[in-house]
C-alpha cells in the first residue's frame, strides 16, 4: 500500500497547468487567470452624480434649510452619457441625473427630493430656464462619485492564479477589458463501467443497480468548475472500454473513469488502460477508496498526454477518492496555486464517537460538521459507513481523518475536511 501523499505526489507529477488562453469575459468565469490586469485608467473615468438632483455650488446653498429654501437659477440639464460645456456660475445649478458627469464650476449635488421640485415627470423634457428652491445644505463632494474612487489608473485589478468569477469579470471589464487570458476549464470526460449498471428510469432485472457514481462525478466536476462531459456507462467489454478511452482523450483535457480497476476477473478498465497509456495502479492506504489508478494516455502518437484517473466503482469511494486524489490534480491543471490543491482541514470536537478498527489505513468518516457556540467546531457521524452507503454521505458536509487505530471518542479532537469552506465563512 501506498500513503495519500505519494498517491498524491504521483497524480500531481502528472497533471501540468492547461496551456493559458485569450478568452472573451462572457465566458471567463471561473477560470484560473494566467495574467495580472492592471487598470489603465480611472474607475470611475470622471466625477459624475450619485443622485437624481441639481449640480450646485455648495457654498451657495450653505444657509438652506426646510423652512429656508435657497433659490437657484437652473442653467442646464446633464444626463448620463451626454457632458454638458457649460460652466456653471454662482447663484447657477444644473439639473443632474444619476451617472451624469459634473459640470464644471459645481462641487456638490442636492437630490432632488430636497428641492421644490419634489420630482420629475420622466416624460417632461423640462426647461433648463426655471429657478429651484433647496431645502438643504450639503457639504462640498456631497452625492458625488469622484474619478478614481473605485479603481485608479494603474491599479492591480486582478492578480495571476486567481479564480475568476462574475464581480472579477466586471472589474475586468471596467477596465477596459473585453479578455483575459487564463487557463482554460479543464474538459473532464466521465464514463462508468460495469454490466451491471443500468440508467434511473429502467426498472431493474436481476443483478443489475443503478447507475449512480457519473451522477455523482458529473455535478461535483461542475461543482468545482470544470466542464463535466458525459461519456456513459460503458459495459465490461475490452472493445468498448478501448473506444470510449481512445475517442474521451481526444475530445477531452483529462479523464475520470469509475469501477474495474481492482482485482477482479472482469476488471477490464486496467487491462485497457495498460493498453493505451501509462498508468500507476495504486492500493492507497485509505478507506473508503483503497484502489486507485492515475496515468496519462496520449492524443495518438506524440500527442498531449491526458490524465485518467481510475477511480473505484463503490460509489462513496469514486466520491472520495475524487475529492482526495482527482481533485488536486484537476485543479493543477485548472491551473490553481500550488497551496489551492487541496481544502485546508479544521478541527473539530467529536460528539459521539467516530470508532473504526485498526487496519493499516487511514479512515475517512462522512460526518456532519457544525458550529456549537460553546465547543467551536463539533462533528458527528453523518450514518452508516459502509463504502456503498451514499446516503451517509449525502447528509454529510465533511469528512472526519481518523489515523490508524480505534477512532475517536466522545469529546476527542479530529482533523476534518469540510465539502464547502463556505460554512467556515
Ligand atoms: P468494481 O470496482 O467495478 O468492482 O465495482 C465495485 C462495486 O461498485 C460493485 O458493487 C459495483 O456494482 C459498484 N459500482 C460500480 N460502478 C458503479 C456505479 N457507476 N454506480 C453505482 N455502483 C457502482
Ligand atoms: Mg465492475
Wanted: glycine fraction near 12%.
Amino acid at each position: 500500500m501506498v500513503s495519500l501523499d505519494e498517491a498524491r505526489r504521483v497524480v500531481l507529477d502528472g497533471c501540468r497547468p492547461l496551456s493559458p488562453v485569450r478568452w472573451p469575459l462572457g465566458v471567463a468565469d471561473r477560470c484560473v487567470t494566467a495574467e495580472s490586469v492592471s487598470s489603465p485608467g480611472a474607475v470611475p473615468p470622471f466625477d459624475n452624480s450619485a443622485m437624481d438632483g441639481y449640480a450646485v455650488r455648495a457654498d451657495d446653498v450653505r444657509s438652506a434649510g426646510p423652512d429656508a429654501p435657497v433659490s437657484l437659477v437652473v442653467v442646464a440639464t446633464v444626463l448620463a452619457g451626454h457632458p454638458c460645456d457649460l460652466a456653471i456660475g454662482p447663484g447657477q445649478c444644473a439639473r443632474i441625473m444619476t451617472g451624469a458627469p459634473l459640470p464644471a464650476g459645481v462641487d456638490a449635488v442636492v437630490p432632488v427630493e430636497q428641492t421644490t421640485t419634489g420630482s420629475w415627470d420622466p416624460a417632461s423634457s423640462g426647461g433648463d430656464d426655471g429657478i429651484v428652491g433647496v431645502f438643504q445644505a450639503v457639504d462640498v463632494g456631497a452625492h458625488v462619485r469622484r474619478a478614481g474612487e473605485d479603481v485608479q489608473r494603474g491599479d492591480e485589478v486582478v492578480g495571476r492564479s486567481v479564480v475568476l468569477n462574475p464581480a472579477r469579470l466586471g472589474v475586468l471589464a471596467g477596465a477596459g477589458r473585453a479578455t483575459v487570458l487564463v487557463h482554460p476549464r479543464p474538459r473532464v470526460g466521465v464514463f462508468t463501467t460495469g454490466d451491471e449498471l443500468v440508467a434511473a428510469p429502467w426498472p431493474l432485472a436481476p443483478g443489475q443497480i443503478r447507475d449512480t457514481n457519473r451522477t455523482v462525478l458529473l455535478a461535483l466536476l461542475a461543482r468545482e468548475g470544470f466542464d463535466p462531459v458525459d461519456l456513459g456507462r460503458i459495459p465490461d467489454d475490452r472493445g468498448a472500454l478501448t473506444a470510449a478511452v481512445k475517442s474521451g482523450v481526444r475530445s477531452c483535457d483529462a479523464l475520470v473513469t469509475t469501477g474495474g480497476v481492482s482485482m477482479g476477473q472482469v476488471d477490464l478498465v486496467r487491462v485497457v488502460l495498460d493498453e493505451l497509456g501509462d498508468m500507476t495502479w495504486m492500493q492507497v492506504a485509505i478507506k473508503p477508496a483503497k484502489p486507485f489508478a492515475f496515468g496519462v494516455v496520449r492524443r495518438g502518437r506524440g500527442g498531449r498526454p491526458v490524465p485518467v484517473f481510475g477511480l473505484p466503482g463503490n460509489p462513496v469511494s469514486s466520491a472520495i477518492s475524487f475529492e482526495l486524489l482527482a481533485r488536486p490534480g484537476l485543479r493543477r491543471l485548472a491551473g490553481f496555486a500550488e497551496h489551492e490543491l487541496v481544502r485546508p482541514p479544521v478541527r473539530a470536537r467529536v460528539l459521539g464517537a467516530l470508532s473504526r478498527r485498526p487496519d493499516g489505513k487511514v479512515h475517512y468518516a462522512r460526518v456532519m460538521l457544525s458550529a456549537d457556540p460553546e465547543s467551536g467546531w463539533v462533528v458527528r457521524s453523518a450514518g452508516g459507513q459502509g463504502s456503498h452507503q451514499l446516503s451517509a454521505l449525502a447528509a454529510a458536509n465533511a469528512l472526519a481523518v481518523l489515523p490508524d487505530g480505534d477512532g475517536a471518542n466522545d469529546g476527542e479532537l479530529v482533523e476534518v475536511i469540510p465539502f464547502d469552506a463556505t460554512i467556515l465563512s
